[in-house]
């Protein structure tokens, strides 16, 4: 079993940075793919980034490529979202997830989902 907590959300401006925290508890953590989706109002669950167990193998969304980076810190159970020159259309709900799988882009593959956090970005 994974518990997962996000925090850093907030209101900002077009332009600006936020970086998202998922600490999770559990001792499978370590060998869990972890990745972050997003949901704005009216629309479907988006993936957004994943990162492997060991952190060597990332992938992300078209949209979000080189302004979002995910990471992660095995020993403190945290995976992280930097997410630079942020734009109004990144608003959304952000939630972490957690599989026991290889990557992969589709929210039905994920196991362990946090409750989320609000991200907003002001034109």
């Known amino acids: 079993q994974v518990q997962l907590v996000e925090s850093g959300g907030g209101l900002v401006q077009a332009g600006g940075s936020l970086r998202l925290s998922c600490a999770a508890s559990?001792?499978?953590?370590?060998?869990?793919?972890m990745a972050w989706f997003r949901q704005a109002p009216g629309k479907e669950r988006e993936f957004v980034a994943a990162?492997?167990?060991?952190?060597?193998?990332?992938r992300y969304a078209d949209s979000v490529k080189g302004r979002f980076t995910i990471s992660r810190d095995n020993a403190k159970n945290t995976v992280y979202l930097q997410m630079n020159s942020l734009k109004p259309e990144d608003t959304a709900v952000y939630y972490c997830?957690?599989?026991?799988?290889?990557?992969?882009?589709?929210?039905?593959?994920?196991?362990?989902w946090g409750q989320g956090t609000q991200v907003t970005v002001s034109s």
């Open positions: 990162i492997g167990w060991s952190g060597g193998s990332t």
């Open positions: 559990g001792r499978t953590f370590s060998s869990n793919t």
């Open positions: 997830a957690a599989s026991l799988r290889s990557i992969t882009y589709y929210t039905g593959t994920y196991d362990y």
